[in-house]
T-cell receptor
């Protein structure tokens, strides 16, 4: 079974600075997707960024980028120019490309932005 | 507007009183799923459905039932709720060729 580990329960960053959230995963599969979801106080689950395992290039979405290290099974999220609206719980998630489309989530990292 | 809706958004009930949380999507998605979110545990899958009349257990199915009689609806049924089912519940859907699972707004359930 796949597992996803987020070892930082809480992180904080000064507004306008850069922060990196860590995620590692364990799988024996070679074809899968990785995601970062944001959950603000409204509780809505918002997709931030995704990475296909077959792609070597790291995904980027505006101020959000990932560092995908397939061999190390590491998938960190970098947030540049942090803004107050980035304050949220962030979840790393794994999805196999076979069978059940289940998302396997990490336990989350609560990000606080310091004005 | 493409969306997944859940009702109710908040529910307080008592042990043993049967309840249903509804989930509906308007995107003609084949795949639907239920997750529960608990502090320190992230989200865990309860049940999923690959299409109409096709459902299967996820990681934490005990105490729950589902049905998929129509493509757009995927209700979660708690026949005899217990306090350990107090949680935040999310419904999600996914199109056959999509990457992104669309989540509903969540249902906060408290079982006393």
């Amino acid at each position: 079974a796949q597992t996803v580990t987020q070892s930082q329960p809480e992180m904080s960053v000064q507004e306008a600075e850069t922060v990196t959230l860590s995620c590692t995963y364990d799988t024996s599969e070679s074809d899968y997707y990785l995601f970062w979801y944001k959950q603000p106080p409204s509780r809505q689950m918002i997709l931030v960024i995704r990475q296909e395992a077959y792609k070597q290039q790291n995904a980027t979405e505006n101020r959000f980028s990932v560092n995908f290290q397939k061999a190390a099974k590491s998938f960190s999220l970098k947030i540049s120019d942090s803004q107050l609206g980035d304050a949220a719980m962030y979840f790393c998630a794994y999805r196999s490309n076979f069978g059940n489309e289940k998302l396997t989530f990490g336990t989350g990292t609560r990000l606080t932005i310091i004005p | 507007e493409a969306q997944v809706t859940q009702n109710p958004r908040y529910l307080i009930t008592v042990t043993g009183k049967k309840l249903t949380v509804t989930c509906s999507q308007n995107m003609n998605h084949e795949y639907m799923s239920w997750y529960r979110q608990d502090p320190g545990l992230g989200l865990r899958q309860i049940y999923y459905s690959m299409n109409v009349e096709v459902t299967d257990k996820g990681d934490v199915p005990e105490g729950y039932k589902v049905s998929r009689k129509e493509k757009r609806n995927f209700p979660l049924i708690l026949e005899s709720p217990s306090p350990n089912q107090t949680s935040l519940y999310f419904c999600a859907s996914l199109g056959q060729w999509d990457y992104e699972q669309f989540f509903g707004p969540g249902t906060r359930l408290t079982v006393l």
